[in-house]
């Protein structure tokens, strides 16, 4: 490999690939302007329906995993790999399609963690789930996955000093992300599904 660090450049890209948008303007809905003003899997979910936001969200994920995947089997190097998904993940959060704003980064990162850390993946798909059948609200779920998620990096892949600091940044990310789902959280008015929905 000539010029392994331009995978990275190319998780940028592929994370960069506003899916969530496109699925509303195909819908005739600029998701930026309906809900919560965010282009990622539960607005979708919530302004275009379940199926949708299902879709988003498989579509995020994919772009972070196949990312990784493609530097991982191209030959990069451990640090490569994860620079790749972790540009990915940037590229969603910071996409040039939508003037450099984007999505909470939590589907896309999800993809690079099942590319990386396949048990660590099935351990948090279950924490968030139960957190999410708790409370019914998307963002504690998401700020509870991103909390443990640096503790079982920590725990499971000792070896991994750069998997490790890179779980913390992306936990940091995803918690200032959701700093609008914060204020809300504060004042009690957090969106939050229902049992049937």
Not at 105 to 113: K, Q, Y
């Given at each position: 490999?000539?010029?392994?660090?331009?995978f990275?450049?190319?998780?940028?890209?592929?994370?960069?690939?506003?899916?969530?948008?496109?699925?509303?303007?195909s819908?005739?809905?600029?998701?930026?302007?309906?809900?919560?003003?965010?282009?990622?899997?539960?607005?979708?979910?919530r302004?275009?329906?379940?199926?949708?936001?299902?879709?988003?969200?498989?579509?995020?994920?994919?772009?972070?995993?196949?990312?990784?995947?493609?530097?991982?089997?191209?030959?990069?190097?451990?640090?490569?790999?994860?620079?790749?998904?972790?540009?990915?993940?940037?590229g969603?959060?910071f996409?040039?399609?939508?003037?450099f704003?984007?999505?909470?980064?939590?589907?896309?990162?999800?993809?690079?963690?099942?590319?990386?850390?396949?048990?660590?993946?099935?351990?948090?798909?279950?924490?968030?789930?139960?957190?999410f059948?708790?409370?019914?609200?998307?963002?504690?779920?998401?700020?509870?996955?991103?909390?443990?998620?640096?503790?079982?990096?920590?725990?499971?892949?000792?070896?991994?000093?750069?998997?490790?600091?890179?779980?913390?940044?992306?936990?940091?990310l995803?918690w200032?992300?959701?700093?609008?789902?914060?204020?809300?959280?504060m004042?009690?008015?957090?969106?939050?599904?229902?049992?049937?929905?």
């Amino acid at each position: 490999m000539q010029s392994p660090w331009l995978f990275p450049l190319l998780g940028f890209c592929l994370g960069a690939l506003p899916f969530g948008h496109w699925v509303g303007l195909s819908h005739g809905v600029d998701l930026r302007k309906q809900g919560s003003h965010n282009t990622g899997a539960t607005n979708a979910g919530r302004v275009l329906g379940r199926k949708w936001g299902y879709l988003v969200f498989a579509l995020d994920l994919f772009k972070g995993w196949i990312a990784v995947w493609m530097a991982s089997n191209w030959g990069c190097s451990d640090g490569v790999t994860i620079a790749t998904g972790v540009c990915a993940v940037l590229g969603h959060v910071f996409s040039p399609w939508l003037g450099f704003r984007g999505g909470k980064g939590v589907a896309t990162s999800a993809g690079i963690i099942l590319a990386l850390t396949p048990l660590i993946t099935l351990i948090l798909a279950g924490l968030w789930m139960a957190v999410f059948w708790i409370w019914r609200m998307v963002s504690v779920a998401s700020l509870a996955v991103a909390t443990v998620f640096p503790v079982l990096v920590f725990w499971f892949a000792p070896g991994r000093a750069v998997l490790q600091w890179v779980s913390v940044g992306i936990a940091g990310l995803v918690w200032v992300r959701h700093r609008a789902n914060l204020v809300r959280l504060m004042r009690g008015n957090e969106n939050r599904f229902s049992k049937k929905s």
